[in-house]
């Protein structure tokens, strides 16, 4: 440790969450970062992922803005912009019903593009170490947390952050120790319901991932619409798919989603994520309009993704340990927003542990200033993303929208669009600044 850190904080996980983290950390000098990745090197798995204005703020204010402009096609603008374009596809002859517009861009980028940026921007001195999967840690109410690796290693740090995603060590860890010392006051129900939340859940829908080269798909399918538009989402009843072009325009980030609501909360059966044929979904979209089967036929190899959620905690802290992104909330895809909520944390986080008047001795206080702003506004996001996924399959509470005739069926359509536009529009009408400035207005107070 520097003879001059006031903290030392010690990151599990190399992710969006974990690297952003340590960038906007890596601000305050007096502060020693160790990040520590389970794998064996810094890989990003996955595809795409959107980022709106209000993370996007975050992304300029850390720096990362010209050079992550580089590796997208997304042409940043502010004021109305056209974004997704909407259609019913489960049928023979498609439609479309709606465009959202978004105040400011929805920027789209390979994930691999995105991580790679934020290594270039990190300073030597965030020390980085792969191969390092934590087992459990110990903290005591004085005194340095450690740390204890699955190698058999140790390390010491005066904060532990957990970003190591939806199967998180150190949530299980942090939840583990808040059920023990509810045990040890005889509070049995309190430390049984804890412990509910260390496994992730199903959330009752797989995703078949894949990423098309556009001029395969140009191939098979000269006029596409992904070709010339922002992206594509192809809704129909119990499922939809999702396709925007990534990599300087190079490839398709392509999803087909497959949602069985009713299993929601429940445990899937196989694993979570493996490499499967095409025809283990074409057949659900057999019937869908001809866009949808180009697409089909030009993925190879897609990867199956059973999504999981974390079950809402009531903190997202325990003593001197924090968690942030897929660690804290874990949350479906259908409004684009894990990956900002991640950022969100990551710089509300490195605010208040980066203020001068955080040390040793008060660090608790920053944590908890964190907690109260971070975890109820990330599980209200995680909730408006459920929520969104309803909408996009047609879950509409029994009411089958098929049998309406033509002119109501538009009409209803209008009005669906319209509802998940006022459940999404937190994403590009508010800002962070407010939450930055609460978070400073807590900090700096007397109290």
Known sequence: MSSTSRLRVAICGAGIGGLTFAL?????????????????????????????????????????????????????????VSSFRYRKSD??????????????????????????????????????????????????????????FEDGTTAFCDVLVGADGLKSSVRASLLSEKARWAQAEGRWKEASEILTHVDPVWCGTNAYRALIPVEKLRAIAPNHRVLSTPGVQYLGKHGYIIAYRISGGKLVNFVAFVSRHHLENTK?????MSTVDPSAFASFFAHWEPDVQALIACTEKPMQWAIHTVRPMQSFISGRVALLGDAAHSMTPHQGSGAGQAIED???????????????????????????????????????????????????????????????????????????????????????????????????SRI
């Open 268 to 272: 899937f059966n196989g694993p979570w």
């Open 346 to 444: 990551a710089y509300i986080l490195a605010t208040v542990l980066g203020h001068s008047n955080t040390n040793r001795s008060n660090v608790h206080r920053a944590l908890r200033i964190y907690d109260s702003i971070r975890c109820p506004a990330a599980y209200k996001v995680m909730e408006k993303c459920r929520i969104n996924g309803r909408y996009f399959t047609f879950e509409l509470d029994g009411f089958d929208l098929d049998h309406l005739p033509p002119k109501q069926q538009w009409d209803y359509l209008q009005q669906l669009g319209q509802t998940w536009v006022r459940n999404w529009e937190w994403a590009w009408t508010t800002s962070v600044d407010g939450t930055v400035q609460e978070a400073l207005r807590q900090l700096e």
């Open 91 to 148: 049928q023979r002859e498609g439609m479309e019903f709606f465009t959202l517009v978004t105040q400011g861009s929805l920027v789209l980028f390979h994930r691999a593009d995105y991580q790679q940026t934020l290594l270039n921007h990190l300073p030597r001195r965030c020390r980085t170490h792969c191969s390092k999967r934590l087992r459990s840690y110990t903290q005591r109410q004085s005194g340095p947390i450690e740390l204890f």
């Open 24 to 80: 906007a950390l890596s601000r305050y000098p007096d502060i020693d970062i160790d990040i520590y990745e389970s794998a064996r090197q810094l890989t990003e798995v996955g595809a795409g992922i959107g980022i709106f204005p209000r993370p996007w703020k975050i992304i300029k204010m850390l720096g990362l803005e010209a050079d992550l402009l580089k590796v997208t096609e997304t042409q940043v603008a502010d004021g109305p």
